[in-house]
């Protein structure tokens, strides 16, 4: 063999090494990537099914995300005045007494769109127009009421949050902690005195007048309280039902959220009992709606 055939010889080995060692690198670079993205599935769905196995998901300060209850009922936490409990009791039994008396007299709910939205599709497949619009207008006032409360909302937010910056106040990095931080609760020194009104002009109006400016009320309160307590709401039943029956099948009846849930239905149970003896006894005619507006405002004070 001469050296030039020798030398060839070399030179297809070393590169046919050279191939194997990097095709062994990138196969090892392949392999680590996969295990590095199957143990990041695992671990989502791990985190997953830990979410899956409770009813409510916590953030940082204990809130619950996504409206089931209260984890901490602790007043400063909410920027509030009383416990969170004691705001969910009272505006439970007054929504429980609301409904109650608009279902007596109206044989309707003003701010429970579920029924509203499938009787206007009932109405819409029967081509009953004139019935159909009516039920878009009484899901159209309550949405109107809720964009002109959050309207409010968002402008004091941005004044405390222009007040803030202009003082040099330093915000936390967290966003739950900035979020807390900016919030404000001045609105409802609007949205008070505004209910108020709102209710009692209702007293003086036909039914349907009635329904709508109840729907437009309704609107104002449930979602700004909502929004102050946490994502709490308070006026509805299915979610705390659903919420009850959950941790009873998970055997976690001692959670906090069990005590929150039971605290509103009952209050709203309350309120239909009591909303009930009362239309019972002073009729008809009794402004109701006035003092519930009055009552109503009242509460939202409560939470300056």
């Known amino acids: 063999m001469n050296l030039k055939n020798w030398f060839f010889i070399?030179?297809?080995v070393a590169f046919t090494a050279l191939q194997l060692t990097?095709?062994?690198h990138k196969h090892h670079q392949h392999h680590q990537?996969?295990?590095s993205l199957l143990n990041h599935h695992r671990h989502r769905h791990q985190g997953l099914d830990i979410l899956s196995s409770k009813p409510y998901i916590l953030t940082e300060d204990h809130t619950i995300t996504r409206g089931g209850g209260i984890q901490e009922d602790d007043k400063e936490q909410y920027n509030i005045s009383l416990s969170p409990l004691a705001f969910c009791s009272i505006f439970g039994f007054?929504?429980?007494w609301t409904q109650i008396i608009c279902n007596q007299k109206f044989d309707i709910?003003?701010?429970m769109m579920t029924g509203h939205f499938l009787n206007m599709s009932i109405l819409f497949a029967e081509r009953q127009w004139k019935e159909m619009i009516w039920r878009c207008c009484i899901i159209l006032s309550y949405v109107s009421g809720t964009i002109f409360g959050r309207s409010i909302e968002v402008r004091y937010e941005r004044q405390a949050l222009q007040s803030t910056d202009d003082k040099g106040i330093e915000v936390q990095q967290s966003s739950v902690q900035q979020q807390q931080q900016r919030r404000s609760n001045a609105h409802f020194k609007i949205l008070a005195p505004l209910v108020f009104v709102t209710f009692a002009i209702a007293d003086k109006m036909n039914d349907r007048g009635k329904i709508t400016l109840l729907c437009f009320g309704n609107g104002l309160i449930y979602p700004s309280v909502s929004y102050a307590l946490g994502g709490t709401i308070t006026h509805l039943m299915t979610g705390h039902t659903t919420n009850v029956s959950r941790l009873v099948g998970g055997g976690q009846v001692h959670h906090k959220g069990m005590k929150t849930s039971l605290c509103i239905l009952g209050s709203i149970?309350?309120?239909g009992v009591f909303g009930t003896k009362v239309l019972g006894l002073?009729?008809?005619d009794f402004p109701y709606f006035s003092i519930l507006g009055f009552f109503y405002g009242c509460a939202l004070l409560l939470l300056l």
């Open 10 to 12: 070399r030179l297809v």
């Open 109 to 111: 709910f003003t701010a």
């Open 22 to 24: 990097t095709n062994a």
């Open 269 to 271: 149970i309350a309120g």
């Open 33 to 35: 990537q996969v295990t």
């Open 282 to 284: 002073l009729g008809d």
């Open 94 to 96: 007054l929504g429980g």
